[in-house]
């Protein structure tokens, strides 16, 4: 059972360089979420999507923008990649209708603007 | 507005002392509230979580947390730290609006000393 999978693990961007991280689920859920973990910030929310096509902002979404592909599938892309954004990017997804709230993970994304 | 306040970025003992990690929480309603665990070059994963069914709640690897209404906090607790217990831990509150949206709080690294 693969869970949460994002692709790729590692990207070098340059600034003003565009690029999209790919993230799907197998797990039947219907919400969907990207996070950016930075040292001493802990994770912060960019975009969720509650269901299929819907999207919302998170916390910090400026910078990003997002698509929810399908039910399984929920990309992040930056249009214009700038040193601001080098971060760990998390991609999570969950169940609702009287689940938990609890969050599936995935093993994150290490992306390095120069 | 939710907020998630943890105490301490960093925190040291010596295995087989007590591990305890604060965590206190700003909710107008009461929440979800969660304790998530992070190994090095890994996604999280759920350690507990309280969803009002009991207020001390029991979660993997001997953790547990009690929920304090009147303190609005979340403590995380193990009796007898052993040196796997050696990560980040998060502390997390979820609004069940309109798909879980998971606020954390800025993370916890536990060290543990031989």
């Known amino acids: 059972n693969a869970g949460v999978t994002q692709t790729p693990k590692f990207q070098v961007l340059k600034t003003g360089q565009s690029m999209t991280l790919q993230c799907a689920q197998d797990?039947?859920?219907?919400?969907m979420y990207w996070y950016r973990q930075d040292p001493g910030m802990g994770l912060r929310l960019i975009y969720y999507?509650?269901?299929?096509?819907?999207?919302d902002k998170g916390e910090v979404p400026n910078g990003y923008n997002v698509s929810r592909l399908n039910k399984r599938e929920f990309s992040l892309r930056l249009e214009s990649a700038a040193p601001s954004q080098t971060s760990v990017y998390f991609c999570?997804?969950?169940?609702?209708?009287?689940?938990?709230?609890?969050?599936?993970f995935g093993e994150g994304s290490r992306l390095t603007v120069l | 507005a939710q907020s998630v306040t943890q105490l301490g970025s960093h925190v040291s003992v010596s295995e087989g002392a007590l591990v305890l990690l604060r965590c206190n929480y700003s909710?107008?309603?009461?929440?979800?509230l969660f304790w998530y665990v992070q190994y090095p070059n890994q996604g999280l994963q759920l350690l507990l979580k309280?969803?009002?069914?009991?207020?001390l709640v029991k979660g993997i690897n001997g953790f547990e947390a009690e929920f304090k209404k009147s303190e609005t906090s979340f403590h995380l607790t193990k009796p007898s730290a052993h040196m796997s217990d050696a990560a980040e831990y998060f502390c997390?509150?979820?609004?069940?609006?309109?798909?879980?949206?998971?606020?954390f709080g800025a993370g916890t690294r536990l060290f543990v000393k031989a």
């Open positions: 999570a997804s969950s169940g609702t209708g009287g689940a938990s709230g609890e969050l599936f």
């Open positions: 797990m039947n859920h219907n919400s």
């Open positions: 999507s509650a269901s299929e096509g819907t999207t």
């Open positions: 909710s107008s309603v009461p929440p979800y």
């Open positions: 309280y969803t009002s069914a009991a207020t």
């Open positions: 997390a509150v979820t609004l069940l609006t309109g798909g879980f949206k998971t606020i």
